[in-house]
C-alpha cells in the first residue's frame, strides 16, 4: 500500500486526484472513484471515466485524521491514502490476478482503517487486532490472491459500508462508531482459527454489517428510551414543585383568611358585650382583644410564617439539587429548556403573596394592640 501511494498519490496534492491506469496486451477494466485500470479493450470509456466526479476531498482529509486520532499503527505506513482512494466499483474480472491483488490491498486498508491497533515492519503493516468486549482477535493482512473469489466485489462492497458507517463524519460519534465497529467484527470471528478469520471476514461481510446496524440500532435505541425516560421524569418533577409552591401560596390564603374572619369575630364579640352590658368593662375587651393579638404574633405571623419558609426553602433547594442531577443525565441546556420559566414565575407568586401576607399579620397585630391598649384607655 505504501508504494501505491508514493506512485499515485505522493503528495497531499495529488492525494485528491483520480488516477487511470491504460494496460497494454492485458484485458481488464476497472473502475473506482479515484482509481480505474482499463485496457486497449475499453479505452473508449475512457472520457467517461475522467468525466465523473470525484468524492468530496474533505472526506478522504477526515477519514485520515480520524483513523489517526483514534487507531493505533504502530508506524505511520501511510500519509494520505484511505481504503476510498482504492475502492473499484465495477469489474469485469475479478479473478483476474491484478484485480485480485488490487482487491486484497483494499480489504488490507479497510483493516487498517478499522482495527484499533495494527502491528508490522518497516516492510508494512502484518496483523490488526480488534478488540471485543471480552476478548481481542487479531487478523494477519493477506497477501494470498487465492482468497479473492469471483463474487468478491459485492462482498467488498458490505466492507466499505461498514468503513463508510464507522466514518459517518455527520454522526459526530466516529470513535463511538469506531469502537463499536471492533467489537462487532471481534465478536464475529472470535470463534474462527486465526488462519480462517481473514477470508471469513471477506464471505461474512454482509451479516457483519447488519449485525452492526442492528445492535448500534438497539444501542441507540436504549440510550434514547433512558433520554425520553428521563426528559419525562423532569417533566414531571417540574409540573410537581410548581403544584407544590401553589399549594404553598394556597395554605398562606387559606391561614390569612381564617385570621381575617377570627379578628371580625373579635370585633362583634368585643361590640356585642359592649352593646348589651349596661356597665362594661373596657379591661375585659381590652384584654381579649390583647389575646387575639398575642394568637396573631405566635402562631399566624411567627410559627406559621417560619414554616412557610423553611418550606419554600427546603422545596427550592431540592429542585435546585434535582436539576443538577439531571444536568448531568442530559444536559444543562436540555434541562433549560425543559424547566423554562416555570420555576422561577412560581417563586415569585410565592414570594409576593408571602411578603403581603407576612405585612397584613404585622398589620392586624399593630392594629389589635393598639385596639387593647384603646379599650384599656392607655390611648
Not at 504502530?74 to 481504503?83: F, G, I, S
Not at 483493516?111 to 487486532?129: E, Q
Not at 391561614?255 to 362594661?280: F, K, Q, R
Request: charge should be negative; include cysteine; glycine fraction near 4%.
Amino acid at each position: 500500500m505504501s508504494r501505491l501511494e508514493k506512485l499515485f498519490w505522493g503528495s497531499e496534492e495529488d492525494c485528491f486526484k483520480k488516477t487511470i491506469v491504460i494496460v497494454l496486451n492485458h484485458d481488464i477494466y476497472l473502475e473506482g472513484t479515484y482509481f480505474s485500470v482499463i485496457s486497449g479493450n475499453h479505452i473508449d470509456q475512457l472520457n467517461q471515466l475522467i468525466s465523473k466526479p470525484l468524492e468530496n476531498p474533505d472526506n478522504l482529509r477526515n477519514m485520515y485524521d480520524i483513523c489517526q486520532n483514534n487507531l493505533n499503527w504502530q508506524t505511520p505506513w501511510l500519509n494520505h491514502l484511505t481504503p476510498l482512494h482504492l475502492e473499484i466499483t465495477e469489474c469485469d474480472n475479478p479473478i483476474d490476478l491484478m484485480a485480485q491483488r488490487l482487491f486484497l490491498h483494499q480489504i488490507n486498508s479497510i483493516l487498517l482503517y478499522t482495527a484499533g491497533k495494527t502491528t508490522g515492519n518497516n516492510r508494512g503493516p502484518l496483523a490488526s487486532t480488534y478488540a471485543g468486549a471480552n476478548h481481542n482477535i487479531e487478523i494477519e493482512l493477506a497477501a494470498d490472491t487465492s482468497l479473492i473469489r469471483d463474487d468478491v466485489l459485492s462482498d467488498i462492497k458490505n466492507l466499505m459500508k461498514t468503513l463508510r458507517w464507522a466514518y459517518d463524519d455527520e454522526s459526530n460519534c466516529s470513535a463511538d462508531r469506531l469502537t463499536f465497529t471492533q467489537i462487532v467484527i471481534a465478536q464475529a470471528l472470535n470463534s474462527a482459527t486465526p488462519s480462517d478469520r481473514y477470508k471469513l471476514l471477506i464471505h461474512n461481510s454482509e451479516v457483519i454489517y447488519q449485525s452492526l446496524i442492528w445492535h448500534w440500532r438497539a444501542f441507540i435505541g436504549k440510550k434514547v428510551d433512558g433520554y425520553v425516560s428521563q426528559v419525562q421524569v423532569l417533566e414531571k418533577d417540574v409540573s410537581d414543585t410548581v403544584q407544590a409552591f401553589s399549594n404553598q401560596i394556597t395554605n398562606i390564603v387559606k391561614n390569612l383568611t381564617e385570621t381575617m374572619l377570627a379578628a371580625v369575630a373579635v370585633l362583634i364579640g368585643s361590640s356585642i358585650a359592649a352593646l348589651v352590658s349596661e356597665d362594661p368593662n373596657p379591661n375585659i375587651i381590652a384584654i381579649v382583644i390583647a389575646s387575639y393579638a398575642i394568637y396573631v404574633l405566635l402562631f399566624p405571623l411567627i410559627y406559621n410564617m417560619l414554616y412557610q419558609h423553611e418550606q419554600y426553602k427546603t422545596l427550592s433547594d431540592n429542585f435546585d439539587h434535582r436539576k443538577k442531577r439531571f444536568g448531568e443525565q442530559l444536559y444543562p441546556e436540555k434541562v433549560n429548556e425543559i424547566i423554562g420559566d416555570q420555576i422561577d414565575n412560581s417563586k415569585n407568586r410565592f414570594k409576593k403573596w408571602y411578603y403581603a401576607t407576612l405585612l397584613i399579620y404585622t398589620g392586624v397585630f399593630l392594629l389589635s394592640l393598639a385596639a387593647a391598649f384603646k379599650a384599656a384607655g392607655y390611648i
